[in-house]
């Protein structure tokens, strides 16, 4: 029995009237979903440092905008789907735990997936997230920057006032020290690689109990132990405390201000004298 499009429902005869444009769409967003490997793939040659990784082309490109230009641009990379990184700072090692992660989450609901061990196979370090974000940053990858960004906070979440007072109550001093030891190499990271979290790994170490502090003080290096310093004192700050400087810095700038709010108003009333007795000698 043969059936007639007329009648049928909207969505069936939209399907049936589909534009080429939409079809390419809809093509387009099977290619990058979950269901992508159902068809043969184009697998895309990246080298780092020498060291080769065959990986889909369609997965590196699908949340980053760098291997988007490199392999769908018109570059040489697209012609031969080879690209070649040397780059001192980025190591094979770090690249396949970034490739690791690229594969993990397309499986995953973006919105449910996090690095966890159960998800990752296993605990990350701080410096091993740390990574993870730089090389998503680098290859501006905004998905998996973001997957380790929430890592990361949620790892440094694990230092507050509260569970540092639980670590040194229940840990060994060797692994108290060795935390330390820890986000002090992460604080040294970022500022090496001019990474955004310094102030959240200083403000780590700084939720630490004073004994925590005086007993880890000769491993922390100058500028480390001056920021985690200048942060503790703060905290135990009087906020309704202030200096002489800052009071007459205050009323300096309340009487600038004043002066430059009477300079506009007095300037409006010249405007509008002007004005009037311009309107008069026109009359």
């Known amino acids: 029995m043969s059936h007639s499009i007329i009648g049928a429902p909207s969505s069936v005869a939209g399907a049936a009237t589909a534009t080429p444009s939409a079809r390419s769409k809809e093509r387009e967003q099977l290619m990058s979903g979950p269901l992508m490997f159902r068809t043969p793939l184009t697998v895309a040659t990246i080298v780092i440092n020498g060291r080769e990784f065959f990986i889909h082309a369609n997965l590196l490109c699908k949340h980053s905008d760098y291997f988007t230009r490199c ?8 012609e031969t789907q080879r690209v070649e ?11 396949g735990l ?17 690095l966890r061990k159960e998800e990752t196979g296993g605990t990350l370090s701080t410096m091993q997230i740390l990574t993870l974000w730089k090389l998503s940053d680098r290859f501006m990858n905004r998905v998996l920057a973001q997957m380790a960004e929430e890592s990361l906070q949620h790892r440094l ?5 509260e569970q540092w007072r639980k670590l040194y109550r229940t840990r060994p001093s060797s692994d108290i020290r060795s935390r330390v030891s820890r986000l002090q190499d992460a604080y040294r990271y970022c ?3 001019e990474l955004p979290f310094v ?5 780590a170490c700084a939720n630490s109990p004073p004994q925590v502090y005086a007993e880890c003080a000769s491993l922390l290096e100058v500028d480390f132990m001056l920021l985690v310093s200048q942060r503790m004192i703060m905290d135990h700050a009087d906020s309704a405390l202030i200096s002489k400087d800052q ?14 709010a009477g300079a506009v108003n007095g300037g409006r009333a010249a405007n509008g004298a002007t004005g009037s007795a311009s309107e008069l000698g026109g009359v």
């Open 247 to 260: 009071r007459l810095s205050s009323s300096g700038n309340k009487a600038n201000g004043s002066a430059a």
């Open 71 to 78: 392999l769908r641009g018109g570059f040489a990379e697209a």
């Open 157 to 161: 979440s694990l230092y507050s006032v």
């Open 191 to 193: 500022v090496d690689q």
């Open 85 to 95: 990184i040397n780059d001192e700072d980025i190591s094979a090692e770090d690249f």
């Open 98 to 114: 970034w490739v690791d992660l690229l594969y993990r989450s397309h499986f995953q609901k973006p919105d449910s997936f996090v």
């Open 199 to 203: 102030n959240d790994i200083v403000n």
